[in-house]
Nanobody, 124 residues
Framework: QVQLVESGGGTVQTGGSLRLSCVVS????????MGWFRQSPGKEREFVAA????????NYAVSVKGRFTISRDNAKNTVYLRMNSLISSDTAVYYC?????????????????WGQGTQVTVSS
């Protein structure tokens, strides 16, 4: 059974930082590209960041580039999202996702497995 479990969400003030974690089990983690997506109330789920199988290639949404960093530890079956300089528009439920092909992609339809999400709230 494949499981993706996110953690690290919470409430932070504008300009603050958070690090999200996603622990994956039930699949060969090192063979999967991983992505982070987010969804705010009334909006569609949107791409945030993605990383290939070995961390050698990453991709970011324009809105988070320079502020967020995606990384992975294949020994721990974990993908991370470091979020700095948070702003109110970053408020959302953040989801991690796994893609069976190892290359990065921004399309949510390309990801087969999803976590349950973790809430991030940025307050002013």
């Amino acid at each position: 059974q494949v499981q993706l479990v996110e953690s690290g969400g919470g409430t932070v003030q504008t300009g603050g930082s958070l690090r999200l974690s996603c622990v994956v089990s039930g699949l060969s983690f090192g063979s999967y590209a991983m992505g982070w997506f987010r969804q705010s109330p009334g909006k569609e789920r949107e791409f945030v960041a993605a990383i290939n199988w070995n961390g050698g290639s990453t991709n970011y949404a324009v809105s988070v580039k320079g502020r967020f960093t995606i990384s992975r530890d294949n020994a721990k079956n974990t993908v991370y999202l470091r979020m700095n300089s948070l702003i109110s528009s970053d408020t959302a439920v953040y989801y991690c996702a796994a893609r069976s092909l190892a290359v990065v992609t921004t399309s949510s339809a390309s990801y087969a497995y999803w976590g349950q999400g973790t809430q991030v709230t940025v307050s002013s």
